[in-house]
């Protein structure tokens, strides 16, 4: 029970954080909104109007933006999170106080995850309505979209321990930047997060289907739009070993980092 | 209590040329430096101890206080905190610990600190009742009743010291690392603090190990000091036994009602340290020619002032670190 208290606490105080700014959590909340509207929205209606397009890979602009704005929504629930002020932390010295407190550094920003995801559920709540509203959501079902939200939630968990992961390289690295936007950038090509993995040819799809890649993205939303093809069970089977292989990472860069760790500035 | 048996600290850096092209080099070739932070170093400090480490920028001392709360591993020797090695970091060790580190914040920046201390509560399991209790005894001793709701970067530097020093008491830790807790403080901020750990120590008992450049927080609080030059500890003992390493002495201070322009005949024996405006001089006196040379002072100069006190420690300090082969 004690644990669990450190937990709460812990949640609490992130959110306190995370609302100490007004204005700052105003466009965090309608941020991802406009965002998509200047430029996804766009960049596809100005695709789909070139002479001679009407589909790509059997989707028309309005599918394609419906498939679109679910991954939208998949990013806000899976990938808001990024542990970037982690390497900074580790660089000048600022994760000491939490090798004193008797709470450890992992759990405190797997808490400060959780509580992020709390204020994200509100954030996709509030876009999933506005995208429905624009009317770029058809056809969804409320089965769809809890298996897409379950789905998306051990996505976000992945995504969560792959950048803590990263982070942790600035126990050798003076900058992890390079890294994260590597990740990130091959993680949008090959999740579908650009464009839906149907356009990739079929020997390419048959390789990442083993890789974390299509499960970042394109698997939850297509769960989403109702059209996934293949068993809940068994993509979460995949993303689960990818994320124990990631979690044991985790703790072996973390003991060995630590040996390194100089703690400077202090 | 405190023990460590040749306990050694190294960090390797990489040595760069200047310039472009020492960039360039240094990018295929690369020359690694080992250097001692600390070396070989022997304490051991009792239950209920407050000592003073002291020592120039660099000297290792920081290094120790990190090995000690675990911070970091040290690279030789052996370590023992209260029965436990401080790198394992179980969960009673750090219970049974608090660091202040003056030069960085333990507290979050974006939320006041009771909203920090009220996590801290769940983090050492301290009861409600006794958290309330220390909690409302802590606010009152340091005076910051109206600033626990504040946001802490709306708070003075020595405002957020109190607050720290608070964070750190509330679990009633059995050993305090107390690392330049009063660094850029102004002089009543300073005294309020120092006066603060000596009480809170008198009445609790708790071990505290305390650095810091000013020789003042040193002298009023400790009454065993280390110092450490160039990761080795020189001296380990009373601050009076400090003192009298130069010999036993006394700081004669004679103000003038004029500037003097050459040092009056022997004071030159005396090591002067004279004001800008060579009005008034410090000299380094042995306690038994004092009584000569106050008489003859007073005889034959024309003077202001005339007093005498204790050697100060940072006196003693700058005189050492100019000449450490005193210390042999």
Known sequence: MPELSKWMATVRISWSKHLAYKLNFVLLVIGPTLVFFFVKFSLWKAIFSLEGVTTLQGYDLRRMLNYQAWTLLVGLLAQGYNSMNLAEDIRLGRISAYLVYPFGFWPFQTASFLAFQGLQLLVSAVTLLLLVVGGLLSGWSWPALLEGFVFSLLVGFFWYQISFLIGLAAFWLEETWVLRVMFVTIAQFLSGAMMPLEVFPVWLESILQWSPFPYLTYVPAKMFMGEYSGSFAVAALILGLWLAVVSLGVNWVWRRGLRLYTAAGM | ?328
């Not at chain 2, 001793?141 to 509330?170: F, P, Q, T």
Request: aromatic share 8%; proline share 5%.
């Open chain 2, 1 to 328: 209590m405190i023990e460590c048996q040749g306990l050694g600290k190294d960090f390797r850096h990489y040595r760069k040329e200047p310039g472009v092209l020492g960039s360039l080099k240094s990018f295929f070739v690369r020359k690694y430096d080992r250097k001692a932070a600390v070396a070989d170093f022997n304490l051991t400090i009792e239950r209920g101890e407050m000592v003073g480490l002291l020592g120039p920028n660099g000297a290792g001392k920081t290094t120790l206080m990190k090995m000690f709360t675990g911070i970091i591993v040290p690279s030789h020797g052996s370590l023992k905190v209260f029965g436990h090695v401080p790198f394992q970091r179980e969960q009673a060790f750090r219970k049974k610990i608090a660091l202040v580190m003056g030069q960085k914040s333990q507290l979050w920046w974006d939320i006041p600190a009771m909203d920090s201390f009220e996590l801290l509560q769940k983090y050492y399991e301290i009861p409600y009742r006794d958290f309330k209790k220390r909690l409302d005894m802590l606010s009152a001793l340091l005076d910051v009743e109206r600033l626990l709701k504040v946001h802490v970067r709306k708070l003075s530097l020595g405002e957020r010291m109190k607050m720290e020093l608070m964070a750190c008491l509330l679990h009633q830790p059995q050993v305090l690392f107390l690392d330049e807790p009063t660094i850029g403080l102004d002089l009543v901020a300073q005294r309020n603090i120092r006066d603060f750990i000596a009480a809170y120590q008198r009445e609790q008992g708790t071990t505290v190990i305390l650095t810091s450049h000013y020789m003042a927080d040193v002298d009023a609080l400790c009454a065993r000091i280390v110092l450490v030059l160039g990761g080795q500890k020189r001296y380990d003992g009373s601050i009076r036994g400090f003192s009298g390493i130069l010999g036993r002495e006394k700081i004669v201070t004679v103000v003038f009602g004029e500037s003097v322009l050459a040092d009056p005949p022997g004071f030159e024996r005396f090591d002067p340290q004279w004001n800008e405006t060579r009005t008034r001089v410090d000299l380094r006196v042995p306690e038994p020619e004092l009584r000569s040379v106050a008489i003859d002072i007073l005889q034959s100069l024309p003077l202001l002032e005339f007093s005498m006190e204790k050697l100060p420690i940072e006196r003693v300090m700058s005189t050492l670190l100019a000449n450490p082969q005193l210390l042999r």
